[in-house]
């Protein structure tokens, strides 16, 4: 069975979408800024790009991602993976040339259930705050990959939000340093 990974871009602040997230600005006014690694970044970062997709049998998203990024993602859905949308608001399934997005409305161990049945052998990939900080209070997290910006936004929607509850143990297991990006990987201790 694969592993439940957490992987997403953060500024150093743990900004994960600027401030004002509207339909203008999808990921906040500059929040763009978190993402620009992925198609301007050097070589090494390229590779760790690829590395997101390598291994990975489905993915769960939160509805906000999923409403910014559909039209990004164009019609082919871009993910070519069952992926699965966490979210209060029904809707039938959307498919987008390999991807199918399955909207969620009964929690995130039913997303993350569903995401592991469609996984099989594979990983499964949370790539949202909102479900990241969810699986991580459920304990339920396997490995959390951060891509450090080396930005300070000030203010913004915030990954960990929801875990002043909670302390999670971490062992860091890698770490690639570009001259503008750091993506870290943590192995979480249970």
């Not at 600027?18 to 198609?39: K, Q, S, V, Y």
């Not at 959307?94 to 991807?99: A, D, E, L, N």
């Not at 915030?158 to 302390?167: K, N, P, Q, S, V």
Request: negative net charge; charged residues 20%; glycine residues 12%.
């Amino acid at each position: 069975m694969g592993k439940v990974i957490a992987e997403i871009s953060m500024s150093l602040d743990g900004v994960v979408a600027g401030p004002g997230t509207n339909t203008e600005h999808r990921l906040g006014r500059d929040g763009d800024l978190l993402h620009t690694w992925m198609a301007h970044g050097n070589e090494v970062d390229h590779q760790v790009m690829a590395g997101f997709f390598t291994g990975t049998g489905a993915f769960v998203l939160g509805r906000t991602t999923f409403d910014m990024g559909i039209d990004i993602w164009g019609p082919d859905g871009a993910f070519e993976r069952p992926s699965f949308v966490l979210t209060h608001r029904a809707a039938e399934p959307r498919v987008q040339g390999k991807t199918t997005f399955t909207f969620v409305t009964d929690g995130p161990e039913s997303a993350l259930a569903q995401a592991k049945a469609a996984a099989g052998d594979l990983d499964v990939v949370l790539m949202s705050g909102s479900p990241i900080d969810q699986c991580l209070q459920l304990g339920v997290v396997d490995e959390l990959r951060i891509h450090l910006v080396p930005l300070v936004f000030g203010a913004g929607v915030r990954l960990f939000g929801d875990l002043a509850e909670r302390h999670i143990a971490l062992e860091r297991t890698d770490v690639v340093a570009t001259p503008t990006m750091t993506h870290l990987t943590y192995n979480v201790v249970r």
